[in-house]
């Protein structure tokens, strides 16, 4: 199936070029990949990631880093082989072991040692190379920079996001969800304001006839767009369980992340949504939340529970909208509800030119206040 048909908002002639390159996955920029805590010493951990196989692993001095899957050698996965640390190593470093013919590679992805070499036989090992991709671990979320498949050294122009005033915490609660579409279905499903009273019908959130107009002012950010701080939607009884007059603010980075912030008072709320294509029909969406009010820890099953369904209706939308979109139909973006989708598309394209040309990003977006009924 073509996904490339699904380009919204934009022109004819914009689409042949947009096309192109919307049909593949934003490079050089972090995606997340996984929660730290699924990530334990010693182990490996096999995640495709924009339809590339990946290993992540973590040293024990604690570090993760994360190769490409395939063994250069034979192809296997080396997520089937194991970590060889300290005596094991005989080199000193952390290195990861084939299960087939024994290479051993260093996290930097360079080849330490091949079993089968006698004497005299001179292959340069260390120039055998696993692709390694840079890493980071940031408040118990693992980020992986996934550049062009074709260059093989790449350093990080820029830094993934961290929520601020929470320093090294992990998240509060996290859940994680497959949808079976395309990133961007995901990421436009997620932003798109008009569905909420459609598909999240809910006593303790929306109903229909909780539908009343919205005007929301938002500004270029970091790699996106915010809805500037506002008080939130009076027809939110979640809000009021927070206490107080909250106050939130939401912002979207390429290449799939909302942070949402809500301040009561003293006290910060953060929700970090995480969009990671795993292939061309696959999405996965990690909600996560940190807090620091600690009454609501009692709410944790609580809250998980409502997150599970809430994450799950989107789910059942995305998925319900591929029986449509098999057909390949047009689609339509209207103002201003669709505006932040379309915001999403021009993010992309620029983000894509600017990797293609060399050149700084230029945010494409400029203030606007959007209104719309939900
Ligand atoms: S396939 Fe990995 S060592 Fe041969
Ligand atoms: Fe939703």
Known sequence: MNYTNHVYGLCDTDRTATTKRAAMYLRDIW????????????????????????????????????LRDICPHRGVPLSAGRILEGKASDCGVPLVECPYHGWRFRTDGACAHIPSLVSGQDVEVERIRVRAYPVREVQGNIWVYMADEKRAEVTPDHEPPMMPGFEDRAPDIREAMNFSCHVDHAVIGLMDPAHGPFVHRAWWWR???????????????????????????SNSLAYKILGGKPTTEIAFRLPGIRIERITVGR??????????????????ITQSFYWTMPFLTVFKPVARHFLRRFLGQDRDMVNLQQRGLKFDPRLMLINDADVQAKWYQRLKHEWSASVEQGRPFENPVKPATLRWRS
């Open 267 to 284: 006290h910060r709320l953060v929700g970090l949504t995480c969009v990671t294509p795993i292939d061309e029909k696959t999405t996965e």
């Open 31 to 66: 995606y997340f990949a996984l929660a730290g805590e699924g990530l334990k010493a010693g182990k490996l951990v096999h995640k495709v990631l924009l339809g590339e196989p990946l290993v992540f692993g973590r040293t024990a001095a604690g570090e993760a880093f994360a």
């Open 207 to 233: 109903s229909a006839a909780s539908i009343h107009e919205k005007s929301k002012a938002f500004a270029p950010s970091e790699l996106g767009f915010a809805m500037v701080e506002h008080q939130p939607s």
